[in-house]
């Protein structure tokens, strides 16, 4: 039974695929021709990944990352309360979020990852740049190191 109903309704909030600007994304590309698939699983040596847009022809995979729940450079944060819970969480999702960048590029795949705090038009421009040229991008904001 969770400790506070307000509390529980919001995490019930929290979408897995849908979000805001995942759906922006999508429509972006969508507009511009771009065909795609949404949340399709791909089984890669043992490591189950789900990207928010697939590209399977191009063998690109692209993440739209929340800030708070992948602990953005940015926006991310230590958490405050019930930070025994949380601290763990945090860092199983971004260790969760190496093993399919590494899962995915050992087989092959281009990896974009975007915030959600970056703009339609700088997430629209990760993605075709790698859509056009097959290389690993991040986004305007670079977590690669």
């Not at 759906?23 to 990207?51: E, I, M, T």
Request: glycine share 6%; aromatic share 8%.
């Amino acid at each position: 039974m969770p400790l506070n109903p307000g509390r529980s309704r919001n995490m019930q909030a929290n979408r897995r695929v849908d979000s805001k600007p995942e759906v922006r994304l999508r429509s972006a590309l969508h507009a511009r021709g771009y065909r795609f698939r949404k949340d399709h699983r791909l089984d890669l040596d043992g490591v189950r990944v789900r990207p928010d847009i697939v590209f399977t022809k191009r063998r690109v995979a692209v993440f739209v990352d929340g800030c708070f729940w992948h602990v953005c450079p940015v926006h991310g944060r230590e958490p405050t309360r019930n930070e025994w819970y949380w601290t763990p969480k945090l860092r199983r999702n971004i260790e969760r979020d190496r093993r399919a960048d590494t899962a995915l590029t050992s087989a092959g795949w281009t990896v974009v990852r975007v915030w959600e705090h970056e703009t339609p038009e700088e997430a629209l421009a990760a993605v075709l740049r790698a859509v056009g040229h097959g290389t690993k991008v991040w986004g305007a904001t670079d977590t690669s190191g």
